[in-house]
């Protein structure tokens, strides 16, 4: 068995922008099942990143416990980590944010950290509209404790243990437009040519971001009766619309008849695309966004695609007037203003 | 609300009417071949990866022995072969520099143990055949191997007082140790072959009159090519040599001096075995002057590297002029400057320079500046037809002449090229010979013997080291210089040590061990897309070859490489995977879930004449 992946690339490997090669957003060689969704997620993430032209040291990548918490080792090894506890993932994110504001922040969960374990943080997080990526590979099974139902196994699915899942689902795409998500997506796994934009449009966007990934468990959960299986999620995809993400240095040069498409104007001066709109769907509508995932999810579809987004919302940044200035950069002056500027605060009260 | 599903493009059928590349069809043993760089690149198709295994497992018995039964001379190949297989390997499209396969080679000579009971030995029950081999150097040498043990009677004949030919005469000992020749020379000879040294063959038709099934000819291309229009050039002829003849009288030490100062006129590998030569031999100032651009030499860069290392300048873009004598002496040569001009169509020109002619002083002159063919002992009478400049019309597959019983091989047949090329017309001559004297069609040629079989050991093991080693090539050691200097019979190449031979066939990628991708198996999770390191594989909708080789991840545009395309998948797209720079590492099937992708190691045997009836092989 292979431990470690050859060191030698394509010769003809492009470089980005700020001259490193995709090699250099890679992480060590997966661990995971051979055939996990997740390691296609793992993928997108360094092409995303790479395309990006992000410096891979001003990344940090979090994650809490299970199969898709271990994917950052498989990514970003240049990046700073934190593996933290079960469901904890926001918080110790939420740190992390408020601590530096320069960094790109990707959250890494699954169904069972984020939708069980982590319920309660997740609600939280997307309130708070914290600025960061939040990716959910969401495989429908605890695959790591060898593939029990998960809160996001849909009812009457059968993975290999050949019972019937008997609670509900929840729909964290649904559930996230529901607490006040301003960038709710849903991905498959087997699709990059969605995904990798969208992660792109995902890391742009100024505040909260979840992209809901669909990626089967190849171990415990990709049965021909499994609602979240490759065969499943080919034959039930749907998407709201193609998304493609231009960056703010370049031009746009597609040239789509007007009433198709929508452009979508991001906080840093970049433009999400939307071509090929499905029937009666308006990416800034809150309610059609709503109405797509729950008419989807009756016909026992898969609903994918950019679902919902509002750019122009402040970001837990602008609602706390947090700093601009990463907190270990704060010197004593900034940090004790004086005692002048006690005075006159002080003053303002009286 | 109603909610049209939209299914981006990648997943919707194509236009019927688009051109679509086939599914590749495995069946045909060329496509896996084709594969396998360095092998498809020799003439002799040799295992190459095979045998390079066999020396990382220390089993250079069978190394040797795989080599032995492809290209005859492995010692003698180890140390002087042109290597076509270097520039082909995928290792040099990955990295600087191709994996030294023919050092290889000699690895797998220079540390074998003692393989003669490996070697077929006679006495042959006869199969009552007789044929006569003129020549005695690789081709007629590979068709007495193939078809002695066949049972056939075979009659050598060669003017030397040995056996060997241009292997013997031509290359220095220097580079090639007698010793070595000999071996590989004789388990040949030692197979019941009648010799006939010393015996120069002056008429074909004396021979055909004799009992002789049928007569090969592998005679070389024995004559040096001269400038005797050049002036001055018969003033002092004793000074002036042919490059091949000097050398093949200092093989058979007819000579054993030369001139301080000495030109050598030519810039091909026998020019570089001549002032390699002259080096040994007393000349101290040998230079090499060449028409042609630097760049533009014949000779390989290693053997040019050589000759700079033992202080040999090479003088590039001089055109000889004239010789200059003095009462019968010669003092030296007198060059005029040129200049390569290329046009359009790359073609290229030697424009004379507005320069004074250069004098270089020069107590003896070599001249290596080709090779002809000759046959003035072929009557013309015989049925043989010749073409173009004056050479045998010959098949190019079944290398027969226009007088049915008698093949040519070697450079006899179409021209100077080295031995490996006279190795593989060889084989192919000796399967010939066998079908005709069996009465069957020469045409009708039997198939290459090839196998496809799993390596797979377990989950994610297999039975051959997937490992990627980032090791550079390792370089020879070469004996001292003052010492090899003074001696002609001092080998200067040393050749790989064990432990180093190890590291280097480690460097090999394995080619032959092929990814076979079995559709019906796979489920488009695209692991192996994702772990690729060269980015080999794409799943995509099928399109003709030139559309396809620039929509895939990393476009495909070494279009000398094959597209590996499957049949159509549940998603109507198609596996397509660029053979050009993949590493064989096996990490795509060790990452598939449902085995779709498995690595199967192909070999690929020329076929040889005792194919021809397998039954009749003792």
Known sequence: MSYKRPSFRHPGAAINEIGFHQKDYEGALSTLCAGCGHDSISAAIIQACFELAIPPHRIAKISGIGCSSKTPTYFLANSHGFNSVHGRMPSVATGAVMANRDLTYIGVSGDGDSASIGMGQFAHVVRRNLNMVYIVMNNGCYGLTKGQDSATADVGSVGKAGVPTMFSSIDLAGLALELGADFVARSFSGDKDQLIPLIKAGISHNGFALIDVLSPCVTFNNTKTSTKSYSYVRDHMGSTSIADFVPEKSEITATVAPGESKMIEMHDGSIIELTSLAEGWDPGNRLSAINAIHNANLKGEVLTGLLYIDAKQPSVHQLLNTTLKPLNSLNQDELMPGVELLERINAEFR | ?618
């Open chain 2, 1 to 618: 609300m109603d909610f049209s599903l939209f299914f981006p493009p990648d997943y919707s059928c194509h236009d019927s009417t688009f051109v679509k590349l086939k599914p590749t069809d495995l069946k045909d043993p060329e496509y896996f071949h084709k594969v396998v760089d360095c092998q498809y690149a020799c003439p002799a198709h040799t295992p190459v990866p095979e045998y390079i295994r066999m020396i990382a497992l220390e089993r250079y018995d069978d190394a040797y022995m795989i080599n032995w039964e492809s290209n005859v001379f492995p010692g003698v190949l180890g140390r002087t072969c042109d290597r076509p297989c270097e520039p082909a390997c995928r290792r040099g499209r990955i990295e600087e520099k191709p994996v030294a396969i023919c050092r290889l080679k000699r690895v797998a000579a220079d540390l074998k143990g003692d393989i003669t009971s490996r070697i077929p030995r006679g006495p042959f029950p006869s199969n009552g055949k007789k044929i006569a081999l003129i020549g005695g150097g690789p081709a007629s040498l590979t068709v007495a191997r193939d078809l002695a043990p066949l049972g056939y009677e075979i009659h050598l004949f060669d003017e030397q007082k040995s056996g060997g030919g241009f292997m013997r005469s031509q290359i220095p000992a220097f580079r090639l140790p007698e010793e070595v020749l000999n071996e590989e020379v004789n388990y040949i000879l030692d197979m019941g072959v009648h010799k006939h040294f010393n015996t120069y063959v002056s008429s074909l038709k004396e021979i055909l009159k004799q009992d002789y099934d049928a007569v090969f000819i592998g005679t070389g291309a024995p004559r040096g090519k001269d400038l005797p229009k050049l002036d001055g050039r018969w003033d002092a002829k004793d000074h002036v040599h042919i490059g091949i003849d000097w050398l093949a009288s200092v093989a058979f030490e007819h000579r054993e001096k030369i001139g301080k100062k000495v030109i050598v006129v030519g810039g091909g590998n026998t020019a570089m075995d001549c002032c390699r030569t002259a080096r040994r031999l007393g000349g101290t100032d040998v230079k090499v002057v060449v028409r042609s651009p630097f760049e533009d030499m014949k000779a390989s860069a290693w053997e040019i590297e050589d000759a700079q290392r033992e202080d040999i300048p090479i003088l590039s873009c001089h055109n000889p002029k004239a010789f200059v004598t003095e009462n019968g002496v010669l003092k030296g040569m007198m060059f005029s400057r040129v200049e390569a001009v290329y046009d359009d169509q790359g073609k290229r020109k030697l424009v004379p320079l507005d320069e004074p002619d250069v004098f270089i002083e020069a107590d003896d002159v070599l001249m290596a500046i080709g090779q002809d063919n000759a046959f003035p002992w072929i009557e013309k009478d015989l049925g043989i037809a010749f073409g173009e400049w004056d050479m045998p019309v010959v098949n190019k597959t079944t290398f027969q002449s226009t007088l049915p019983k008698v093949f040519f091989g070697g450079d006899a047949a179409f021209g100077p090229e080295n031995v490996i090329t006279a190795v593989a017309h060889g084989h192919q001559a000796a399967v010939s010979i066998e079908l005709f004297c069996q009465q069957m069609d020469v045409h009708d040629r039997p198939n290459p013997l090839t196998n496809l079989f799993s390596q797979k050991m377990g989950i994610h093991e297999w039975s051959y080291d997937n490992a990627i080693v980032d090791d550079h090539r390792y370089n020879v050691p070469h004996a001292n210089k003052e010492l090899s200097l003074q001696n002609r019979k001092l080998e200067v190449e040393l050749g790989f040590d064990m432990p180093t031979g190890f590291k280097e066939a480690q460097r090999c990628l394995n080619c032959d061990v092929q990814t076979v991708f079995q559709e019906s198996r796979c489920i488009e999770c695209d692991a192996c897309v994702d772990i690729c390191p060269t980015s080999c594989i794409t799943f995509t909708t099928n399109g003709d070859e030139e559309d396809l080789r620039h929509r895939l991840t990393m476009p495909a545009l070494n279009t000398t490489q094959d597209l590996y395309v499957s049949d159509v998948l549940p998603t109507m797209r198609v596996m397509v995977k660029d053979e050009d720079v993949c590493l064989h590492c096996g990490l795509c099937a060790e990452r598939c879930p449902t085995s779709a992708w498995d690595m199967q190691k192909f070999l690929y045997n020329v076929s040889k004449a005792s194919h021809v009836c397998p039954s009749a092989v003792v």
